[in-house]
C-alpha cells in the first residue's frame, strides 16, 4: 500500500445526499474512506485521506491567435505513441472553446502545456467555428480526440450538434466523427483498450449521454457500435455558461458504473451497465446531492484514491463564498473537501488526473477567468 502526504489541507464541511427512491448505490470497496484495497493507493493526510492538494504551477492556455475560455484538460500518458511529434509524455493538453473575441463556440485551438515546465505551445489550430470544449482525450495509438460545440455568433441560439476531431500525434486533423449520437458534445470519457476505445459523450443539446465504441488502428479509427446509455438530464441555454446540461463523465470500470455531473440539476448521477447497456434508463441514480458544495456540477475526474474530483460552474446554486470550487467526495455521496481555482466566480471547468511512474499523482484545472492552468502535485 502506497502512502502519500499532502502539502496542505483544503476546508472542510458537511455533506447532505439524496438517493432516488428504491435506488441502491453499489461501492467499490477502493473508493471508501480508510479502505485498505490492493492497488488502490490511499492518502495519508493526517488524518484526512482527502486528494485534494496545494497548487505548486501556473501556466497560460492562450495560443498565438488570443484564444481563450480554457475547458478541456488531458495528459499525454506515457503509453501515448508520440512519435516524431511535438508531445512529450507528462505534457498537459488544453482546449480553448472561445475565439479571442470571446464568443462562446468559436475557440478553435489545442495549447500544450510541456511536462518539463517549458513555454506553452500551439499543438492544433482547426477551421473555425469549432468551440472546442471540454470533451479532450488521448488514445494509445498517438491521437487527441476533442469534442467541438460550434456557435456562428457565441450564443446557444446558434449552436450546431458539431462532432468529435482525431488529431494525430504531429497535431494534424485526420478524421471527423459526426452522427446522431454526438448532439452537442459538452464533455467526454475516453476509455481507452488499445485497439478498442470506448468514448462516452455528454450531450448539451438534448440532455443524453451516448456511448459510442471504435476500433483503433494506425490508420485512425472507425465506428463499431453506438447507444444512447442514458437520458432526462435537465439542459438549458444560459447566456454566461453557453449550456447548462450534462458535463463531467468519469467511467468506473471495475464496476461498470459511469458518473455523471448534470450541472442544472445540481447532482451527480451514477449509470449502471455503462459498456454494456443498449438503451437509455434515464439519468441513473442519484449519488451525490449536496446543495451547500455543489453549484452546478460540471467538469469531473477521478482521483488515485478512487474519489471523484467535481467543478462548479456558479451559475446554478450560487454561493460568492465558495467561488470556483473543485469538490471532493467519495463515490458513496460523502464530502471530504474543496479547493478554490479562482478568488471569483465562474473559474473552475475542466481538470484531469494523472498518476506519475514515481508513485506521485498530479492534478491539472482550468481557470477560465484568468485563463491559465493550474497544476497541483500531490508527494509520497
Known sequence: MTTFSMMSEARNGAS??????????????????????????QYNTGGSDAFLPSAVRSASTVPSNGDVNPYGVAFIQNTFLTGKGP?????????????KNNLQGTGTTIVDIPANGGKPTLFFQGQAPLGLSTGLGTLQYGYVLVANLPTSDGTSNTAKAGSILVI????????????????????????????????YVANALNGTVSRIDFGVTSQGIFQ?????????????GDPAALFDAPTGLVYDKRT??????????????????????????????????????LHGALAMAEAPNGHLLVTNNDV??????????????????DFVKEIPVDPNQ???????????????????????????????????
Not at 457500435?225 to 437520458?231: H, L, Q
Not at 461498470?256 to 448534470?262: E, G
Not at 438503451?279 to 458544495?293: E, R
Open 316 to 333: 446554478i446554486n450560487s454561493d460568492p463564498n465558495q467561488p470556483s470550487e473543485i469538490v471532493e467526495f467519495t463515490k458513496d455521496g
Open 346 to 380: 465562474g473559474g473552475s471547468f475542466g481538470l484531469a488526473v494523472q498518476v506519475n511512474d514515481d508513485g506521485t499523482a498530479t492534478l491539472a484545472a482550468v481557470d477560465d477567468n484568468t485563463a491559465t492552468l493550474t497544476v497541483w502535485t500531490l508527494t509520497k
Open 87 to 99: 508531445l512529450q509524455h507528462g505534457d498537459i493538453l488544453v482546449s480553448n472553446f472561445n475565439n
Open 168 to 199: 494525430n500525434n504531429q497535431g494534424k486533423l485526420i478524421q471527423t466523427v459526426s452522427e446522431s449520437a454526438i448532439d452537442g458534445p459538452w464533455d467526454m470519457a475516453v476509455v481507452d483498450n488499445g485497439d478498442r476505445a470506448t468514448v
Open 224 to 236: 463499431i457500435d453506438r447507444a444512447t446509455i442514458a437520458s432526462g438530464y435537465m439542459h438549458q
Open 16 to 41: 447532505s445526499l439524496r438517493r432516488m427512491p428504491g435506488a441502491r448505490v453499489i461501492l467499490a470497496a477502493a473508493a471508501m474512506l480508510g479502505t485498505a484495497t490492493a492497488g488502490v493507493a
Open 256 to 293: 461498470d458504473r459511469l458518473f455523471v455531473a448534470s450541472t442544472l440539476d445540481n447532482l451527480v448521477f451514477a449509470v449502471p451497465q455503462a459498456s454494456t447497456r443498449t438503451s437509455s434508463a434515464g439519468p441513473g441514480y442519484i449519488v451525490y446531492d449536496d446543495a451547500t458544495h
